[in-house]
């Protein structure tokens, strides 16, 4: 419409066969397996802090997205009512314009009740803790690590965050 290309281009471009993929170096990634509660994250728990102990249970149970658990902030929690809804303003889907509620049930809100009435009313519920040039929220990565940190004390098989919101709904 700007005539930034000749007029028969679009013409030419829908003959263009797809592409296949014979290249062996590109393959497709496995999906990510739900972790295991009792042989997995139990015994990584008393490995971790007490407020990534708390991350990890809480995203068990609500089925998060380590990005979620991590930049969850107080003012986006409703704690009414016999579920709380997590409404985060900033998520994956919202460059579409989607919006995104989590439920958090009451297994989850006894674990997380502490941590969200000890925040600011518009700060993070679970804070890493206060050092020395430190961001003002869990990043995924950081988060990711004192996992994978717990899994080698602990002696068990190495899990992600990730596979904690595929294993939501086995617990």
Known sequence: SRELLPMNTAAHLRTVEALKLFDK?????????????????????????????????????????????????????????????????QHKGTWRGAGLVKAIGPRAQVIMAPWL??????????PPAKRRNAAEYYEENGYGQAVRRAC????????????????????
């Open 117 to 126: 009435m000890a925040s600011e009313p518009d700060g993070y519920v679970f």
């Open 25 to 89: 170096r590109v393959h497709s990634c496995p999906d990510r397996k739900p972790v295991d509660w009792e042989s997995q994250v139990k015994p990584c728990l008393p490995w971790l802090s007490p407020v990534v102990r708390a991350m990890v249970q809480v995203q068990f149970l609500a089925g998060m997205r380590p990005g979620e658990i991590c930049t969850m902030r107080r003012c986006e929690v409703e704690a009414t009512g016999d579920v709380w809804l997590y409404t985060p303003t």
């Open 152 to 171: 080698k004390m602990a002696g068990v098989e190495m899990f992600s965050p990730y596979q904690l919101r595929h294993a939501a709904g086995h617990a």
